[in-house]
């Protein structure tokens, strides 16, 4: 969710990623409490991990602070993390394919930990209906279709975090609109 500051003013995670490198520690908090939950949603997406989702999400806010000069303040600071974010997410997907190494599940196929994160995060029927049915679309559908509606992204800042131009993020926010359409249609939701 944006806050005022950055639609209207500018980057406010920016003008707190500047203040926290000029030394005011509890900037670096307040980017934390920002980002942390939406973040973490972003890349369970991903990963379909609870664990990996909150590590990664560590990871990058490690990068923030080891890294401190490689945000250029080009783009705004929650792009940039999203960024870190997607990238880092798809290093462990992959990295989880090569090794095999999947997490034993319950019988419906989602573990103790993520059913909590959804019960935090989805706390309607029609949100809960319309997370299920996100993760029923491809993979890059998903993607542009929580930037756009669940995050608050620009055009512009989601052709950045998944390195698309903008005729190819229309197109995939289109079909991903239209898949989750058919999806929500056949379970009886309408939300138009």
Request: aromatic letters at 10%.
């Amino acid at each position: 969710m944006n806050t005022s500051s950055e639609q209207g003013k500018g980057d406010y995670g920016a003008e707190l990623y500047r203040r926290y490198l000029n030394g005011d520690k509890d900037a670096f908090e307040q980017i934390m409490e920002n980002y942390h939950d939406q973040l973490i949603h972003f890349i369970f997406g991903i990963v379909h991990n609870l664990a990996d989702a909150e590590d990664i999400a560590a990871d990058v806010f490690c990068d923030l602070i080891v890294h401190k000069h490689r945000f250029s303040f080009k783009s705004t600071l929650k792009t940039y993390i999203f960024s870190i974010a997607k990238n880092k997410s798809y290093d462990k997907v992959r990295k989880n394919v090569r090794s095999n190494d999947k997490e034993i599940e319950d019988d419906d196929g989602v573990s103790a930990d993520e059913k909590s994160l959804e019960e935090r995060v989805l706390s309607n029927e029609t949100v809960r209906v319309v997370h299920e049915a996100l993760g029923e679309i491809k993979d890059e559908y998903a993607q542009v279709v929580s930037l756009t509606y669940l995050y608050g992204f620009s055009g512009d800042e989601i052709c950045k975090v998944m390195k698309k131009s903008k005729r190819q993020v229309a197109n995939l926010l289109y079909r991903g609109k239209e898949a989750l359409k058919t999806i929500l249609e056949k379970k009886g939701v309408n939300i138009e």
